[in-house]
């Protein structure tokens, strides 16, 4: 079966601007494989089922639109915090501005070089959870990625892992067009970490594939703002094993275009998987979240929290599912998705989906989308804090359920931080 | 200090006249009842002095120690020293009680040209005027209204009162929805509040809040007008009697 000659040709440009990294080792065949999906998926197009809300094709065309590059914000986000950098610039890591990767519970190296290396669970990782989660939804772009990453750092937590990881993105070159795949191991009984920071590139493609196995933890925090520009389709590919924990938040402001996918397997009875997140909209601004959880084990727990403010003809798009295997009994699935929509322009456009096939479950989901509450923002101002003000801290209400999915105090202040920066500069 | 002249009002949508000429006077100092039925515009009267959207002022004025309060936002208002304690206090999920609080404080003071209060000092004082009101350090931390009681909402707005020190408190029944106790709580907090710069509007269906909070005029009033005034007397009349003797006085 071809594909449409419009896919087809759009496919081949886009393979064509690209080579597979010369120093490729262990991973060429899996890269191999990777193409071969490419090339039998092609490349989304505006007719695919899920990609119906977002236009792809900024996202897929041979060379990205250049960004602008910004001065780095004064207070960069996590900054306070007790952190392990890994920093990349426009796709390519930086070991001199990286802090030293030796911290106890945890094995870093460096995909470009990890290729000439023996590392046996990073072959049995890369590109395995892409694969898997190319079912029964197609993600060629994270197929393409796995094919064509150029970079990329391979993350083993063996221990609690005493600060987090953070991985910084940032952006110099207004034409960079950068694929970055990270590998993620979280063993048994271990905790770790990883905050992602930055702007990273004119065109930012990432897939973060993590493997979390029984009884371990893994936290997620990732801040994407201060590029007005950015294009970015990003992926998170998840395995959650027994007792395991995953919880993953991302705050999204500005940007043009931006597809977050997350698509998790819960593989391990009595796991937990948690995704949120929260987004401010303003102007040319089109965010989507795509999460697909699969539930396959007895007594796991997920959630989905999804915040969206938007305003002068922003967009915001939620596509989410929860799947309950037959026999992930006593699963309890909750997704919610929520748009403050502060004026007439701006869109909200949601598909949750459920789909059932164990029979004692409890899966509830709920999507809206409203304006500020005209009673309660008069009770602020009532007490006298001025209308723009008020505004703000309506929409930092709105936010606050899924800002709450932050389990670390400290960095939930730093997104709080940054989320009423932002209100602040962009004040009407 | 407050002072209402010939007021008429509307709602915005349905054009419909509530207030049908308004004439009302609080000297400062004294505390001012309005009594009056269901409909009677009472509520309608507390929104449109402070400023809540919906309505449209067709005639008339309102002053506030001889500032126009129809001509200024909902947050001048208050920076002026209008303090309206609501019949339903909002719940506001994801902000902090104490955050709302000293933001509303600050707003108020830099608005009126003054300096802004310390954390420190605003802490120490937010913390013994709860004490009186027999709020706890937890509520206080909970998000403003969040999982509080119908009486601890109550005196979270008493709290919210004392802290910002207004010159014209409206009081919009502030007793329903309180047991005895409860009420006896609030009324004690806004007692404890009267001064002799100060002035309040208690509005109440029942004469009991006014066994605690003492008044020294009290306005019956109907249909959108005051249409009696007295002494503390009246109310007891009207406890005694219903409203349908005075309606049918004045028809």
């Known amino acids: 079966m071809g594909l449409p000659q419009a896919k087809l040709t759009a496919t081949e440009a886009r393979l064509a601007s690209l080579a597979m990294p010369v120093q490729a080792g262990w991973t060429r065949p899996l890269r191999e494989a990777a193409l071969t999906r490419v090339q039998d998926l092609g490349l989304p197009g505006r007719r695919d089922e899920y990609w119906r809300f977002t236009r792809p094709d900024e996202l897929i065309s041979a060379a990205p639109v250049p960004a602008a590059v910004l001065p780095p914000a004064e207070n960069a986000t996590f900054e306070d915090i007790d952190r392990l950098r890994l920093v990349f610039v426009d796709g390519v890591f930086d070991p001199e501005a990286s802090d030293d990767p030796a911290l106890a519970g945890l094995e870093i190296t460096r995909l470009a070089e990890a290729e000439a290396q023996d590392i046996s669970w990073a072959a049995d990782l890369y590109g395995v959870l892409e694969t898997r989660g190319q079912s029964p939804v197609p993600r060629p772009l994270a197929a393409l990625n796995t094919a064509f990453a150029t970079d990329g750092v391979l993350i083993r937590a063996t221990g609690k892992v005493e600060k987090p990881v953070n991985l910084v993105y940032r952006h110099c070159d207004e034409t960079s067009d950068a694929i970055l795949h990270h590998l993620i191991r979280v063993e048994p009984g271990a905790d770790l970490t990883v905050l992602e920071t930055g702007p990273a590139a004119a065109r930012f493609n990432k897939v973060m594939e993590v493997d979390v196995a029984d009884g371990g933890a893994f936290h997620h925090v990732r801040s994407q703002g201060r590029d007005h520009d950015r294009r970015a389709a990003t992926h998170i590919f998840a395995r959650l094993g027994e007792e395991s924990i995953f919880k993953s938040f991302t705050l999204t402001m500005n940007g043009a275009l931006t597809r977050n996918e997350v698509v998790i397997e819960m593989t391990g009875d009595n796991g937990t998987a948690h995704v949120a997140g929260a987004c401010m909209g303003d102007g040319s601004f089109h965010h989507d979240d795509t999460v697909f959880i699969t539930h396959d084990a007895l007594n796991c727990e997920s959630r989905q929290v999804f915040k969206k403010v938007l305003r002068k003809g922003a967009t915001g798009v939620f596509q989410g599912k929860i799947l309950v295997k037959a026999g992930a009994q006593k699963t309890d699935g909750y997704q919610i998705s929520q748009s403050l929509l502060l004026d007439e322009e701006a869109n909200f456009l949601a598909k949750p989906e459920l789909e059932i096939y164990a029979d004692d479950v409890a899966c509830s989901h709920g999507s809206t989308s409203g304006a500020i509450d005209e009673d309660a923002l008069f009770y602020l101002r009532s007490r006298g804090v001025p209308k723009a003000e008020a505004q703000d801290m309506m929409v930092l209400s709105f936010l606050a359920e899924a800002i709450e999915e932050i389990e670390a105090e400290a960095v939930r202040d730093e997104v709080v931080a940054s989320l009423a920066d932002w209100l602040e500069r962009h004040r009407r | ?251």
């Not at chain 2, 054009?15 to 039925?37: Q, R, Y």
């Not at chain 2, 009696?228 to 007891?236: D, F, I, Q, S």
């Open chain 2, 1 to 251: 200090m407050l002072e209402i002249k010939n007021l008429h009002a509307s709602l915005e949508e349905e054009g419909k006249e509530i207030l049908k000429g308004v004439n009302l006077t609080v000297e400062a100092g004294k505390v001012h009842a309005i009594m009056g039925p269901n409909g009677s515009g009472k509520s309608t009267l507390s929104y449109v002095l402070s400023g809540k959207g919906g309505y449209e002022v067709t005639d008339g004025s309102a002053t506030l120690a001889g500032a126009d309060l129809l001509a200024m936002e909902a947050e001048e208002r208050a920076a002026a020293g209008l303090f309206l304690a609501f019949q339903y206090p909002v719940e506001i999920p994801g902000v902090g009680n104490m955050t709302f609080l000293r933001t509303a404080v600050n707003a108020q003071r830099k608005a009126r040209g003054e300096e802004e209060m310390d954390a420190a000092t605003f802490l120490k004082e937010v913390r013994a005027k709860a004490k009186d009101l027999k709020i706890d350090a937890e509520m206080l931390k909970r998000p403003v209204n969040m999982g509080f009681s119908g009486g601890e909402k109550k005196r979270n707005e008493i709290l919210q009162m004392a802290m910002l020190e207004p010159k014209m408190c409206i009081l919009d029944e502030t007793d329903s929805g309180l047991d005895v106790d409860a009420m006896k709580l609030v009324a004690d907090g806004v007692n404890a509040l009267r001064a002799p710069d100060r002035g309040f509007l208690v509005i109440t269906h029942y004469q009991r809040l006014l066994d605690h909070i003492v008044p020294d005029v009290v306005h019956i009033m109907a249909k959108g007008r005051i249409i009696k005034t007295g002494g503390p007397e009246l109310a007891l009349e009207v406890e005694r009697n219903g409203y349908a003797d005075i309606l049918a006085e004045v028809a």
